[in-house]
């Protein structure tokens, strides 16, 4: 296993349960033991190697699409807004977010797809993956995590090998359909213009969320170098434990924590690059490593796509998305995909280096990949 990556987690969840004590001293038993049982998920998915996940890929993707149409029939929302459905209640503690499933289903589909049938001519299938599964939360009404969703989807045709042209054809042409849709979603939701509009504006009476913002920079600044430590007075807010955590980190930890927990999710960039740059070192490039490659960037991509986004959201960039912060904001359905998606990569790099040796002592370590060997077979 990656010595970084385990440094990175463990590093991000002592951060987290640091500015959850100083947000919610109430939550930070349950939050301990659930980043407990997450921290051994990672240690116990990075045992399997990656042909497990991408055999298991597709039977676990449609399960998510299950998953995400029961909530839009039997979902529940969130305390400020009971008009979207992202949950799934099934009693007690048993509550759970299907859409951060979704993001693992799609990135296992793809690269599953992807390393059985190549990258020649499958847009049109790949495409559709990514489409019903993103279509599926946007219907939520999720638009936060639906971008995402959709980001990670052409982050994983890129990882695959797909040519730059193609997928920028790919979204011109859904760009082009979208738009009657996307204004017919807007006049169902006018939360999310007025949210927009608010933002922009910067006028707190129109803007929802602005003062989650304000207070978040607040904290932040209270912070200071070193930080006020967990028992440090401040005021209450809204989403200080999850959405807008980073600030409760900020007070409880300074600038030092925030600059830490930055690094951390670089650590995680440089492990999973590393991995597929190691991958295209390798030949001849065989399904199992080329889908190893794959899993390893859209795993990443899955865990610091939506910690910038948070970020971004926090330090005023963004409007408010409702997107927590990996590995760190309160809230089991997040830390246990992001954990597993560790694992992943963890099992990602093992296959990668297993199969190194043998393949560097024939000088091809420094030869860029071909196209035809992306294109592993047809159908």
């Known amino acids: 296993m990656s010595v970084q990556l385990i440094i990175a987690q463990m590093v991000l969840m002592v951060l987290g349960l640091l500015g959850i004590a100083a947000a919610r001293p109430d939550l930070i038993a349950e939050h301990s033991w659930k980043t407990a049982l997450a921290l051994g998920i990672t240690f116990v998915v990075a045992r399997f190697r990656p042909r497990v996940f991408l055999k298991v890929g597709p039977a676990f993707w449609a399960l998510t699409l299950v998953l995400l149409i029961l909530v839009l029939f039997f979902g529940v929302g969130t305390e400020e807004s009971s008009a ?21 289903g799609l990135v296992m589909m793809l690269a599953s797809f992807f390393s059985r049938r190549g990258v020649q001519n499958k847009l049109v299938s790949a495409t559709v993956m990514i489409v019903v599964t993103t279509g599926l939360i946007f219907l939520e009404p999720d638009l936060g995590s639906s971008v995402l969703m959709f980001g990670l989807g052409i982050i994983l045709m890129y990882a695959a090998g797909v040519r730059i042209s193609n997928i920028t054809g790919f979204l011109l042409a859904l760009g082009l359909m979208a738009l009657p849709l996307f204004s017919v979603y807007l006049e169902k939701n006018p939360y999310i213009l007025a949210r927009w509009q608010g933002h922009q504006s910067r006028d707190t009476e129109r803007a929802i969320g602005l003062d989650q913002i304000g207070f978040a920079h607040r904290d932040l600044t209270w912070g200071g170098w070193w930080g006020q430590g967990p028992d440090g ?55 199992e490593i080329h889908g190893a490659s794959i899993l390893a960037t859209g795993a990443m991509f899955m865990i610091v796509g939506q910690a910038m986004v948070n970020l971004a959201v926090a330090a005023g960039v963004f409007p408010v998305t409702g997107v927590p912060l990996p590995l760190v904001s309160f809230g089991f359905s997040s830390m246990l995909t992001m954990s597993v998606a560790l694992g992943i990569i963890h099992s990602a790099l093992r296959e990668v280096e297993r199969n190194l040796p043998e393949t560097e002592g024939r000088g091809a370590e420094n030869k860029p990949p071909e196209p035809e060997v992306l294109g592993l077979s047809a159908d």
């Open 233 to 287: 007075r401040r005021y209450e807010y809204f989403a200080a434990h999850t959405d807008m955590v980073v600030a409760s980190v900020g007070f409880t930890t300074g600038l030092l924590g925030v600059l830490t927990l930055l690094f951390c999710y670089w650590l995680i960039v440089s492990v999973s690059l590393k991995t597929s740059q190691l991958a295209a070192r390798i030949r001849p490039m065989t399904p």
């Open 84 to 104: 979207t459905k992202r949950w799934l209640d099934l009693g007690g503690p048993f509550r759970f977010q299907p859409s951060e499933l979704a993001k693992l």
